[in-house]
């Protein structure tokens, strides 16, 4: 059965100061790899998408990075500020052209803290 | 570019009845995905519509069902709701399937909350 788990399943950090969050997936064949942030109250935004040949994305302060050989990927925050509190999402999408795996699989999500 | 838009935002209804959601996707996308999400399961895959077509389906009972009309909108609807199927409704849109094998962006909505009684 395919599974996305991340951890930590919640974070608190203080402003300014950098975090990783985890995802680890059992998709397999593997196509691609998102990260989204989603604020409360509102729908996910896209951070970054990967495919199975990237090891690095950057958008902004957020670094994704992905190991498909370990099915890992990991989401660094650098320099982190209040806006940043927020449920970050992964999301593994299955290669291939059907069948009842056929679907996106989403983890549950790492809720972030930013305090002042 | 108006960004996916869904109506109403907040909805109670009692045990029972039905619902029917409706999503507008942003211009020129023709693919339109459908998710719940609970605070228990997280965000979850109900189906995906391309072309006026449900592309894939995720591990939810009949009484989920969807279309997609010519203008690529979309409507969700829920027939003889329970308890459990208080959630936040989000829809998603992008050019194409993001199932095509391409890693194709996707645009969520601001999402429907339904809350059953």
């Known amino acids: 059965k395919n599974q996305v788990e991340q951890s930590p399943q919640s974070l608190i950090i203080l402003e300014g100061k950098n975090c990783t969050l985890q995802?680890?997936?059992?998709?397999?064949?593997?196509?691609?790899l998102r990260w989204y942030k989603q604020d409360t109250g509102r729908g996910p935004v896209s951070l970054t998408i990967m495919t199975f040949s990237e090891n690095t994305k950057s958008n902004g302060r957020y670094t994704a990075t992905l190991d498909a050989d370990t099915k890992q990927s990991s989401l660094h925050i650098t320099a982190s500020q209040l806006s940043d509190s927020a449920s970050y999402i992964c999301?593994?999408?299955?290669?291939?052209?059907?069948?009842?795996?056929?679907?996106?699989?989403f983890g549950k999500g790492t809720l972030l803290t930013v305090n002042p | 570019k108006a960004g996916v838009t869904q109506t109403p935002r907040y909805l109670i209804k009692t045990r029972g009845q039905q619902v029917t959601l409706s999503c507008s996707p942003i211009s020129g996308h023709r693919s339109v995905s459908w998710y719940q999400q609970t605070p228990g399961q997280g965000l979850q895959f109900l189906f995906e519509?391309?072309?006026?077509?449900?592309?894939n389906k995720g591990n939810f009972p009949g009484r989920f069902s969807g279309r997609q009309f010519s203008n690529s909108r979309s409507e969700m609807n829920v027939s003889t709701l329970e308890l459990g199927d208080s959630a936040l409704y989000l829809c998603?849109?992008?050019?194409?399937?993001?199932?095509?094998?391409?890693?194709?962006?996707?645009?969520f909505g601001p999402g429907t909350r339904l809350t059953v009684t």
């Open positions: 999301v593994v999408s299955p290669s291939g052209s059907g069948g009842s795996n056929y679907k996106l699989t």
């Open positions: 519509y391309f072309s006026e077509t449900q592309r």
């Open positions: 995802c680890n997936y059992t998709v397999s064949p593997f196509s691609n």
């Open positions: 998603a849109s992008s050019l194409a399937s993001i199932l095509a094998g391409v890693a194709y962006e996707q645009y």
